[in-house]
C-alpha cells in the first residue's frame, strides 16, 4: 500500500512538471486558432481601417482574446475532474442564471433585435457560449451518476430533457435559434452515448424536431432565413444578399485562392467577414486548398475528442468520458453547421467557427472547452499508470469494491 502511494506521488509530481496531454488535438487546436487570427486580420483590415482607422484593430484584440483563453485554460487544467463533477448542479444553476440575466432590462445588450450580450469591460460576453459549457458539465455529470437509470428507466431519460427544455425556452426567449438548436443536438447526443433505449431516444428526437420546425415556421423571420437559403438569388440585393456574397466568396477562390489578403468580397461587399463568415474569406484567399485544410483539422479534433472518450470509458471514468463525447460533438456540430451556412447548404444563424471567428466570449469559452478535453487525457493517462480515477461515480464503484 506504502509503494502504491510512492508510486502515484511520483506519477503526480511528473505530471506537474510535464502534462501529458494529446498532441495531435493541441497540434489542430493550434493551427486553427493561429490560421483563425490571419484570416480575422486580413477579413477585418479595410473595415477597420475605415471605421476605426486602426488596421489590425480587429486581429489585436482576437490576439487579447486568445491569450485571455490560454491564461483560463491554464488555470482550468488544474482543477480535477472531480471537483467539475461535483459542481454539476451548480454550474447548471449557472447557466440558467446566466440566460435570465441577460433578459433583465438594462443589464442585456440589444443588437440587431437580439438580446443576446452582458457587457463584461473588455468584451461583450454572448452568455450562451458559457451557458452551454456549463450544461454539458451538468450533463456529464448527470449521466456518470445516472446512466443505469437512463438506460433502463424512462425517468432518466426524461428528467435531463426538461431541464434541457427549460435551457432552450430561455435561448429562444433572447431569441437565439442557432445556440437551441446547437445545445439541443449536443445534448441528445450525449445521451444517445450514454445507451438511451432507441424507440425513446427516437420519439424524443421526432418531437424535437416538430417542435423547432414549427417556431422556424411561426416566425416571419426564421421563415425567411428558410426560404432565402433555398434560393437566394431570387432576392440577392435583400434578403439574400449575405449568402450571395458568401457564395461569390467561395467560387471566386477556385483551386488555390486569389492570395492571402486579396479577397474582394471583404471589402464591404459581404457582412460579418471576419466573424460568422470567416470561412467564405478563407475560402477565397486560399481556395478549395485551404477549405480542405480546415475541414481536416476540424476533423481531426473531433475524432480525438470521440478517442480520448472511449479511452476515459475504457478507465471506468464515466464522467470524463461522456464531457469528452459532448465537447466533441460540440465543436464538430457547431463547425459543421458554420461551414454549411456559408456554403448555402444551411439556413443562416449566428454561430461562430469555433477558435477562427473574431469574438471574445467564443473564444475564451472554446479554450475552456479543449482544455477540458486535455484535462480528460491527461487523468485518463494518469489512471493508467497507477492512479486511481477521478469521478464521483468511480469513487463510489471504488467504495463498493472494499
Known amino acids: 500500500m506504502v509503494a502504491a502511494t510512492r508510486q502515484a506521488r511520483q506519477v503526480n509530481a511528473g505530471s506537474a512538471r510535464l502534462p501529458r496531454i494529446d498532441y495531435w488535438l493541441f497540434g489542430s487546436v493550434v493551427a486553427l486558432t493561429v490560421l483563425g487570427l490571419v484570416m480575422v486580420a486580413s477579413a ?6 475605415r471605421e476605426l482607422g486602426q488596421p489590425l484593430y480587429y486581429a489585436m484584440r482576437q490576439a487579447v482574446y486568445i491569450a485571455v483563453g490560454v491564461a483560463t485554460g491554464l488555470l482550468l487544467f488544474r482543477i480535477r475532474l472531480a471537483i467539475l463533477e461535483r459542481m454539476g448542479l451548480t454550474l447548471l444553476l449557472l447557466a440558467y442564471l446566466m440566460l435570465l440575466l441577460v433578459l433583465v432590462p438594462g443589464i442585456g445588450v440589444e443588437v440587431n433585435g437580439a438580446v443576446r450580450w452582458v457587457n463584461a469591460g473588455l468584451f461583450r460576453l454572448q452568455v450562451s457560449e458559457p451557458a452551454k459549457l456549463c450544461f454539458i458539465i451538468y450533463l456529464a455529470s448527470y449521466l456518470a451518476r445516472h446512466g443505469e437509470e437512463v438506460r433502463t428507466h424512462v425517468s432518466g431519460f426524461v428528467k435531463p430533457i426538461g431541464l434541457l427544455v427549460i435551457a432552450s425556452v430561455l435561448l429562444l426567449m433572447e431569441p437565439d435559434f442557432g445556440a437551441t438548436v446547437v445545445l439541443a443536438a449536443t445534448a441528445m447526443g450525449m445521451i444517445f452515448m450514454a445507451g438511451v433505449r432507441l424507440m425513446q431516444f427516437s420519439g424524443v428526437l421526432g418531437l424535437a424536431g416538430l417542435s423547432l420546425a414549427g417556431m422556424a415556421i411561426s416566425s416571419p423571420y426564421r421563415m425567411e432565413r428558410l426560404t432565402t437559403f433555398l434560393n437566394p438569388w431570387a432576392d440577392p440585393f435583400d434578403s439574400g444578399f449575405q449568402l450571395t456574397q458568401s457564395l461569390i466568396a467561395i467560387g471566386s ?38 477549405v480542405c485544410v480546415v475541414i481536416a483539422l476540424y476533423a481531426l479534433l473531433v475524432w480525438r475528442a470521440f478517442v480520448i472518450a472511449a479511452q476515459a470509458l475504457q478507465a471506468n471514468n464515466a464522467f470524463a468520458a461522456w464531457l469528452a463525447y459532448g465537447l466533441g460533438i460540440w465543436f464538430g456540430l457547431q463547425s459543421f453547421i458554420n461551414i454549411g451556412v456559408n456554403m448555402g447548404l444551411l439556413p443562416t444563424k449566428g454561430l461562430t467557427l469555433p477558435l477562427m471567428s473574431y469574438g471574445g466570449s467564443s473564444m475564451i469559452v472554446m479554450c475552456a472547452a479543449v482544455v477540458l478535453l486535455l484535462r480528460v487525457d491527461h487523468e485518463t493517462r494518469c489512471t493508467a499508470e497507477g492512479l486511481s480515477a477521478s469521478g464521483i461515480a468511480a469513487a463510489k464503484r471504488g467504495r463498493a469494491n472494499r
Do not use: C, M, N, R
Open 44 to 49: 477585418s483590415i479595410t473595415l477597420a481601417d
Open 253 to 290: 477562390g477556385a483551386w488555390f485562392g486569389v492570395g492571402l489578403g486579396a479577397s474582394i468580397q471583404k471589402l464591404f461587399y459581404l457582412p460579418e467577414a471576419h466573424t460568422d463568415f470567416v470561412f467564405a474569406v478563407l475560402a477565397e484567399e486560399l481556395g478549395l486548398l485551404g
